[in-house]
C-alpha cells in the first residue's frame, strides 16, 4: 500500500526526491510528479529531502490500539 | 530528427550541452532531447562560478555575467566575518542567457537540440545473436570490432515522450545529462542513487530591491541558519540577489530548507519582492564510481559531477561533458566502444581525486557545532592578513586533524 502522498498543487518538480529514491519509483516531467505504487517501498527518504515540504507519510492505520507502524514494517 | 544517430544526450543543461558541443565538433551526429520546453528554465541555481574555472572550458561573453564578485565572506554563527583571499574572483551568471547559449553552441557545432522530450526508458538491442538465445557478451567487444549498433553495446536508443505521444531513436552511445533527478544511468544498472545524507536539499528566491554590494559574496554558516550547509547571497546587479539555503538531507529530515530560507528573508530582507521562489537538490558525493557502462556514459549532476564541499557544479559539470565528448567522438571516430574508458581516466585525473578530498573536508567540516565554527573565524582574524586565504581558513579548521590538512596540501599542491 502506497504511504505517500504528493500534496496537490505544490511540487516546483526539482528532482531532489527523484535523486535519494533508491528504487527509482519516481516518475517527473516537465511538470507532473507521480510515485509508482508497485516499486515504492515507503522508504520515506523522498519526503525527508523536499525542500518544500510536498511529500507526506501517511503513517498507516493503527492495527493495535497503541501501535502503530513504522515504514519498515509495511514493506 | 533522423531515425539514428551516433550520440543521443538525455538532458540539455550545461553538462548535456558541452558534451554535445564537443562531440559534434569532431564530427558525431549528436541528439539532445530535454524535457522541459525550454532549455535553462527554469534557473535552480546560485549561478556563481569562479572565473578561472569557467575560462578554461568556454570563452566568455558578456552577456552571461550579472555580477563580478571580488570578495567572499564567510559568516560564523555568531556573527563574526572572515573575508578570505581567494586568488582570483568569481562571477554570478544569468543563467537563463548562459544555457542557452550553451545549446545554440552545441547547435553551431552540429547538434540537434529537441525540448518537450521526456526520454522514459533505454532500448535494449536485440542483436542477432540475442534472438537465437545467446546472451549478449558481458564485456566490452574487442577493439575495432565493432560494427553496428547491434553489437555496440546492450542499449540501442531511448524511447520518449512527445505530446503525450512514444516515439524512439536509436543511438551508438547514449549520455545521461539529465542531472540530480537522473534516472538513465539507473536503467543502464548504475547505481547512481545520492545518499540522504549528501543530498543537498535547497530552496532559493531571485529577490529584488535589495542594496547590496554588487562584488560581494557572502555565505551564511550555522545550525540555527543551515544546518550541515550553508546560506548564499549572490548578487546579481540592479539590487537584485539569489538567496539561497541548502541543507543536508539529513537536516532536512527535521526541518525543510524552505522555513530556514522565509526566516532569513524576513529578517535581513524585509522590503524584498520575491521574483522566483525555487527548489532544488545537488548531489554532494563523491563521484559516481561507473561512469561508462558499455555504451551509456554518464555527466554532470546525474555522475555526482559536484565539488561536494561547496555545492558547485556548473563548471566541473562542463569539463566532464567536454571529456565525455571527446571520448565519445574518438569511440565514433574510430568505431571502438572501448575508447570510453579514457573518459573516467581523464576525470578522475583532472577533477575527481581533487572532489574525493574536498568530500572529505566536507565531512570533517559539517560535523563542527556552532562554537567551533564561531572559533575558526575568530582564530582567522588573528592571522596576519596576506595569510588569511581560503586555504588558511581551512587549515584553521581541520587543525586538529594534520591527516586532512596533509592531505589538502598534496591534491591541491599548496605550499
Ligand atoms: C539551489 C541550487 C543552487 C546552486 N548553485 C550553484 C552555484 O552557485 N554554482 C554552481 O556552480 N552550481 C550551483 N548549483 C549546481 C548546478 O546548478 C548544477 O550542478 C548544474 O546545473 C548541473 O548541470 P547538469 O547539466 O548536470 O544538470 P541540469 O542543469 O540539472 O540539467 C539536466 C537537464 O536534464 C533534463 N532532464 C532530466 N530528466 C530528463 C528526461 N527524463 N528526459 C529529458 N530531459 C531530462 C532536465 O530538465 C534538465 O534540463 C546549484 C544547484 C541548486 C539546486
Ligand atoms: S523534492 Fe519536492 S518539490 Fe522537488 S520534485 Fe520532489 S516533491 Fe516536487
Ligand atoms: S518512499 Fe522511498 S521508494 Fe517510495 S518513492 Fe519515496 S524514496 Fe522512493
Redesign the pocket.
Known amino acids: 500500500m502506497l504511504l505517500i502522498e504528493i500534496k496537490p498543487n505544490s511540487c516546483d518538480f526539482c528532482g531532489c526526491c527523484v535523486g535519494v529514491c533508491p528504487e527509482d519509483a519516481i516518475e517527473l516531467q516537465e511538470a507532473h510528479i507521480s510515485i509508482i505504487e508497485e516499486r515504492c517501498t515507503n522508504c520515506a527518504k523522498c519526503v525527508w529531502v523536499c525542500p518544500f515540504e510536498v511529500l507526506l507519510f501517511n503513517k498507516p492505520e493503527k492495527r493495535r490500539s497503541g501501535a502503530s507502524v513504522s515504514p519498515e514494517e509495511t514493506r | 530528427m533522423k531515425p539514428r544517430y551516433d550520440v543521443i544526450i538525455?538532458?540539455?543543461?550545461?553538462?548535456?550541452t558541452t558534451c554535445a558541443r564537443y562531440a559534434a565538433a569532431r564530427g558525431a551526429s549528436v541528439l539532445v532531447?530535454?524535457?522541459?520546453r525550454d532549455v535553462g528554465m527554469p534557473v535552480?541555481?546560485?549561478?556563481?562560478?569562479s572565473n578561472r574555472s569557467l575560462e578554461s572550458i568556454v570563452p566568455i561573453d558578456p552577456r552571461w555575467i550579472a555580477a563580478t564578485i571580488k570578495r567572499f565572506r564567510l559568516i560564523s554563527p555568531s556573527g563574526h566575518i572572515v573575508e578570505p583571499d581567494l586568488g582570483g574572483y568569481g562571477y554570478v551568471l544569468e543563467r537563463r542567457i548562459f544555457d542557452y547559449d550553451l545549446a545554440r553552441l552545441a547547435v553551431e557545432a552540429g547538434a540537434e537540440v529537441h525540448t518537450k522530450?521526456?526520454?522514459?526508458d533505454l532500448l535494449r538491442a536485440t542483436p542477432a545473436s540475442h534472438a537465437e538465445g545467446k546472451a549478449i557478451p558481458a564485456t566490452d567487444p574487442a577493439p575495432g570490432t565493432t560494427a553496428d549498433n547491434a553489437q555496440d553495446g546492450a542499449w540501442k536508443g531511448v524511447s520518449?515522450q512527445w505530446k503525450g505521444e512514444r516515439r524512439t531513436v536509436e543511438g551508438r552511445i547514449i549520455v545521461a545529462?539529465?542531472?540530480?533527478?537522473?534516472?538513465?544511468g539507473k536503467w543502464a544498472g548504475i547505481d547512481t542513487t545520492t545518499h540522504m545524507r549528501d543530498m543537498e536539499t535547497?530552496a532559493?528566491m531571485t529577490i529584488s530591491n535589495v542594496d547590496l554590494e554588487d562584488d560581494a559574496c557572502e555565505f551564511y554558516f550555522g545550525n540555527d541558519t543551515a544546518p550541515m550547509g550553508y546560506l548564499w547571497v549572490?548578487p546579481k546587479g540592479h539590487g537584485m540577489a539569489n538567496v539561497?539555503v541548502?541543507i543536508s538531507g539529513m537536516a532536512s529530515k527535521k526541518t525543510a530548507a524552505i522555513r530556514y530560507l522565509r526566516r532569513f528573508i524576513d529578517q535581513r530582507f524585509p522590503d524584498a519582492a520575491v521574483l522566483t521562489t525555487?527548489a532544488?537538490?545537488?548531489p554532494c558525493a563523491t563521484t559516481v564510481g561507473t561512469l561508462v557502462q558499455r555504451n551509456v556514459v554518464l555527466?554532470?549532476?546525474?555522475a555526482h559531477q559536484?565539488n561536494p564541499l561547496s555545492?558547485?557544479?556548473?563548471?566541473s559539470?562542463m569539463i566532464g561533458g567536454k571529456l565525455a565528448g571527446e571520448a565519445i567522438a574518438m569511440a565514433i571516430e574510430k568505431n571502438d566502444l572501448s575508447l570510453l574508458n579514457n573518459y573516467p581516466k581523464q576525470w578522475r585525473k583532472e577533477i575527481g581525486a581533487k572532489h574525493d578530498t574536498y568530500y572529505r573536508m566536507k565531512a570533517a567540516v559539517y560535523k563542527f557545532p556552532d562554537a567551533t565554527l564561531d572559533d575558526i573565524a575568530i582564530n582567522v582574524l588573528k592571522l596576519r592578513e596576506d595569510k588569511r586565504t581560503i586555504w588558511g581558513v581551512f587549515r584553521t579548521a581541520l587543525r586538529h586533524q594534520p591527516a586532512l590538512v596533509w592531505e589538502m596540501v598534496k591534491t591541491f599542491g599548496l605550499k
Open positions: 538525455v538532458g540539455a543543461g550545461p553538462a548535456g532531447l530535454e524535457k522541459d535552480r541555481c546560485g549561478e556563481a562560478v522530450c521526456y526520454v522514459d520518449y545529462a539529465d542531472g540530480v533527478e537522473s534516472r538513465v535547497c532559493q549572490f539561497g541548502g525555487v532544488g537538490g545537488v555527466v554532470g549532476d546525474a559536484v555545492g558547485g557544479g556548473i563548471t559539470g
